[in-house]
């Protein structure tokens, strides 16, 4: 028996036969995805928050140039790449590798970061500058 049936057999028993949804399964370590689209999902949307959060903490950090940018990707790519093999332990392979797992919504990611930044700089000034 191969250990993802394996783990998808131990899942099954586990839960009664009952399915767990896509958010419970992504804060779960070692959840069993069915659905290759799924996990890829639950990927991208991490990534958006993470964005949104960084984003705004930079802008209110200055952190700005190069590298603030620099940080946001080495983050946003380690965090991921830490939560897929080594909490969620999957198999790089049967996604296309790591690189496709590490770079799935990084273009949206990043420009969701961009937007946070500037967003929060914008209240941050507007902020500061109504209390004078």
């Not at 804060?27 to 995805?33: L, R």
Request: proline fraction near 1%; aromatic fraction near 16%; include cysteine.
């Amino acid at each position: 028996m191969t250990s993802i049936s394996k783990r998808k057999e131990e899942s099954h028993l586990v839960n009664g036969g009952v399915k767990q949804s896509t958010w419970s399964k992504a804060f779960s370590s070692n959840a069993v995805w069915e659905e290759k689209d799924e996990f890829l999902d639950v990927i991208y949307w991490l990534r958006q928050i993470i964005a949104i959060i960084l984003g705004v903490i930079w802008g209110v950090a200055p952190l700005k140039g190069f590298l603030g940018i620099a940080i946001f990707c080495i983050i946003n790519a380690g965090v991921l790449y830490v939560y897929f093999s080594s909490f969620q332990q999957i198999d790089e392979e049967e996604y296309g590798g790591t690189w496709e797992l590490t770079k799935e919504g990084f273009m949206t990611s990043f420009a969701l970061f961009l937007v946070g930044l500037v967003m929060s700089i914008k209240m941050y000034k507007l902020l500061k500058y109504n209390k004078n």
